[in-house]
């Protein structure tokens, strides 16, 4: 690296080491963030994903992969020194993932569209925090995610009609990827999913 300090975060990174100073002697490594979704529909997308010197995250971020569901009940267990299960975390992350996943959907093709600025990144962590949460009753939380998420839906339905298409051929490229709904809270911004969702079940 050419600097005294070491560069953080993905911008940094890629302006600085992308291009002739990655190569055989030089990685760099990143977050996917909504990079990898994009499958190169923005420069920044392309830059991620064509370089052979690039890796990122299959997730988000790092902090979807703490939030990884098959493995916060061994960390409860960790923590605690108590096996006792008294909250499904597999269960809730599905239901959570299945709700917002329509949202998801909307969220990609605003970035593939360049309609960001229209349904922003903070927009789609604002409708899909689950608000208050009871640890031993999270479905009242769930129908409330699912609620919020339906209206959203609806809103961005009426300002951008004709998309019904697009919207299909999104949710198609997402799935072919691998990618199911059950899994959604992976690919979200991880950050608010660790705060509002996580933190508040914790």
């Not at 569901?69 to 960790?78: G, M, P, T």
Request: charged share 20%; aromatic share 14%; with cysteine.
């Amino acid at each position: 690296p050419s600097h005294q300090k070491l560069e953080r975060g993905k911008k940094s990174v890629l302006m600085n080491f992308v291009g002739e100073k990655v190569g055989p002697d030089m990685i760099a490594c990143v977050d996917a963030d909504y990079d990898y979704m994009l499958q190169g529909a923005t420069a920044q997308s392309r830059r991620v994903l064509d370089s052979d010197y690039v890796f990122h995250t299959y997730a988000y971020s790092i902090e979807n992969m703490q939030c990884y569901a098959a493995s916060l009940h061994e960390v409860c267990v960790s923590v605690t020194l108590n096996d006792h299960r008294i909250f499904d975390f597999y269960d809730y992350l599905t239901q959570y993932s299945e709700a917002i996943f329509p949202l998801f959907i909307w969220s990609v093709w605003a970035y593939r569209t360049g309609n960001y600025n229209r349904f922003t990144m903070t927009d789609f962590a604002r409708v899909i925090d689950p608000g208050r949460f009871n640890v031993l009753d999270p479905q009242p939380s769930l129908d409330h995610l699912r609620s919020k998420v339906g209206r959203k839906v609806k809103q961005l339905q009426l300002e951008f009609p004709g998309t019904k298409s697009e919207y299909l051929d999104t949710k198609l490229s997402i799935r072919s990827m691998g990618h199911q709904p059950q899994t959604a809270y992976l690919y979200i911004q991880g950050h608010p999913l660790f705060d509002n969702v996580i933190v508040a079940i914790s």
